[in-house]
């Protein structure tokens, strides 16, 4: 199966420029193909996914791939898809959120020098920064109409209808400096394929456009549909906001639990989409979830390898504990950085180290101070009903202490009350 047939079995495919032509050309030789971001945040978010884990996709397949970093782009901001004009960032703010999400590329892409088609990632800034307005406007603008412009989609919406924002000469003029990008990559790398989500289809032409009437060189666009999820909510959002990839933003926890907890009539897809799982595994995990959804082996297959793929094996195990724990599960043999993930998901109270000492923390005063318990009265008829746990043993007696020897990585004691109510006792 070819990459475009892999890409089309995984529903990754809305349209192409020349879908028969590029099948053709693959099929002759390794191209070079690129995707570009915007660095608009200091992480990327799991809306980038699908066109990084694509890029990985065709790496694999033996292509090379470059990442795009839009230090210039960024700097104006894309219209596509938005109601209004997005905030202009500094050059300061791109830079550092350029050099925050390369860590992050390199989870996606492989980067190893020693490769023929190792990644690369570039920034626009450091051919776009160099050029003149008027030489820009002669090179490049001359060779688009306004008419064809205002009819790009991502112009269009924000002139039509009851938009009184619409909009601004600087983001009209966005698509030109993606266009010159794919322009400048094809004559200083021989790229050949720009490849993207479907809004950006009109960002895209332009490029294969401006490459064919100033180079004479015929070069392809190809575009994957925009993810949303069953229920018609936002792909890549929670109630807490945005999935990023930073673990500092969205922790592995978080992530994890994301990707568990997605809509039962959306896993095998998003297997499709972001899992390098072959055919049959999808297939087979298909019908185990259709006969059985309740076991959720899918769920459980998707969340571990996107934290896998995004934080690495070490910290999807450390994830996958800390669900267990909170689950109820025992804390024999739990890993500090697993313990620490339970501990950020939870409330936290202070306790000192001295106060442990000798005697100990009276229980009840514990799960009054932790917000778990009301009063010290409800928290002793909570006791006594068998509702309490300390680091996730049943604890019954309200004259019990908490001291050093509940004491986990010198930092930690876990409180529950009743099946869901945890807290941690951070020890000071």
Same mark, same amino acid.
């Given at each position: 199966?070819?990459?475009?047939?892999?890409?089309?079995?995984r529903?990754?495919?809305?349209?192409?420029?020349?879908l028969?032509?590029?099948?053709?050309?693959?099929?002759?030789?390794?191209?070079?193909?690129?995707?570009?971001?915007?660095?608009?945040?200091?992480?990327?978010h799991?809306?980038?996914?699908?066109?990084?884990?694509?890029?990985?996709?065709?790496q694999?397949?033996g292509?090379?791939?470059?990442a795009?970093?839009?230090?210039a782009?960024?700097?104006?901001?894309?219209p596509s898809?938005?109601?209004?004009e997005?905030?202009?960032?500094?050059?300061?703010?791109l830079?550092?959120?350029?050099?925050?999400?390369?860590?992050q590329?390199?989870?996606?892409?492989?980067?190893?020098?020693?490769?023929?088609?190792?990644?690369?990632?570039?920034?626009?800034?450091?051919?776009?920064?160099?050029?003149?307005?008027?030489?820009?406007?002669?090179?490049?603008?001359?060779? &688009?109409?306004?008419?064809?412009?205002?009819?790009?989609?991502?112009v269009?919406?924000?002139?039509?209808?009851?938009?009184?924002?619409?909009?601004?000469y600087?983001? &009209?003029?966005?698509?030109?400096?993606?266009?010159?990008?794919?322009?400048?990559?094809?004559?200083?790398?021989?790229?050949?394929?720009?490849?993207?989500?479907?809004?950006?289809?009109?960002?895209?032409?332009?490029?294969?456009e401006?490459?064919?009437?100033?180079?004479?060189?015929?070069?392809?666009?190809?575009?994957?549909?925009?993810?949303?999820?069953?229920?018609g909510?936002?792909?890549?959002?929670?109630?807490?906001?945005?999935?990023w990839?930073?673990?500092?933003?969205?922790s592995?926890?978080?992530?994890?639990?994301?990707?568990?907890?997605?809509?039962?009539?959306?896993?095998?897809?998003?297997?499709?989409?972001?899992?390098?799982l072959?055919?049959?595994?999808?297939?087979?995990?298909?019908?185990?979830?259709?006969?059985?959804?309740?076991?959720r082996?899918?769920?459980?297959?998707?969340?571990?390898?996107?934290?896998?793929?995004?934080?690495?094996?070490?910290?999807?195990?450390?994830?996958?504990?800390?669900?267990?724990?909170? &689950?109820?599960?025992?804390?024999?043999?739990?890993?500090?950085?697993?313990l620490?993930?339970?501990?950020?998901?939870?409330?936290?109270?202070?306790?000192?180290?001295?106060?442990?000492?000798?005697?100990?923390?009276?229980i009840?005063?514990?799960?009054?101070?932790?917000?778990?318990?009301?009063?010290r009265?409800?928290?002793?008829?909570?006791?006594?009903?068998?509702?309490?746990?300390?680091?996730?043993?049943?604890i019954?007696?309200?004259?019990?202490?908490?001291?050093?020897a509940?004491?986990?990585?010198?930092?930690?004691?876990?409180?529950?009350?009743?099946?869901?109510?945890?807290?941690?006792?951070?020890?000071?």
């Open positions: 199966m070819t990459i475009l047939e892999d890409l089309q079995w529903g990754l495919y809305t349209d192409c420029t020349a028969n032509e590029l099948t053709k050309r693959l099929s002759d030789s390794p191209i070079t193909l690129y995707a570009g971001f915007d660095p608009t945040a200091d992480s990327l799991v809306g980038n996914l699908v066109p990084l884990i694509a890029l990985r996709r065709f694999n397949a292509h090379r791939p470059i795009l970093a839009g230090g782009t960024g700097s104006i901001g894309d898809g938005k109601k209004s997005r905030q202009l960032l500094t050059k300061e703010v830079d550092r959120n350029i050099t925050a999400v390369r860590k590329l390199a989870s996606i892409l492989d980067f190893n020098e020693t490769l023929p088609n190792t990644a690369q990632l570039v920034d626009n800034a450091s051919w776009v920064g160099p050029i003149s307005f008027l030489d820009f406007l002669r090179d490049v603008g001359k060779y &688009f109409t306004v008419n064809s412009m205002v009819a790009k989609e991502s269009k919406s924000r002139l039509g209808g009851d938009n009184e924002v619409g909009i601004s600087t983001e &009209f003029s966005y698509m030109l400096l993606q266009g010159y990008d794919f322009y400048h990559l094809n004559q200083a790398e021989n790229c050949e394929l720009q490849i993207g989500g479907s809004d950006q289809w009109g960002n895209i032409t332009v490029g294969t401006l490459t064919r009437k100033k180079a004479g060189k015929t070069v392809y666009g190809l575009t994957f549909p925009l993810i949303t999820n069953a229920d909510s936002k792909f890549g959002k929670s109630e807490a906001g945005a999935i990839l930073d673990a500092k933003r969205t592995v926890y978080r992530f994890y639990q994301y990707f568990i907890n997605v809509d039962d009539r959306d896993v095998i897809k998003f297997l499709k989409y972001f899992t390098f072959s055919h049959e595994e999808i297939d087979a995990l298909e019908a185990q979830h259709k006969e059985n959804p309740g076991a082996d899918a769920h459980r297959t998707l969340a571990f390898e996107m934290t896998k793929l995004v934080h690495g094996e070490e910290a999807t195990q450390d994830a996958i504990n800390a669900s267990k724990i909170l &689950f109820g599960g025992g804390l024999d043999g739990i890993s500090e950085n697993a620490s993930e339970v501990a950020n998901e939870i409330p936290n109270a202070n306790v000192s180290t001295a106060d442990l000492q000798g005697e100990g923390v009276s009840l005063d514990a799960l009054v101070n932790s917000g778990l318990s009301a009063s009265k409800n928290a002793k008829k909570d006791l006594q009903g068998g509702g309490v746990n300390v680091n996730n043993k049943r019954q007696d309200p004259q019990a202490k908490l001291t050093q509940d004491v986990h990585f010198e930092k930690y004691i876990l409180l529950r009350r009743g099946k869901k109510n945890y807290a941690a006792l951070i020890v000071e």
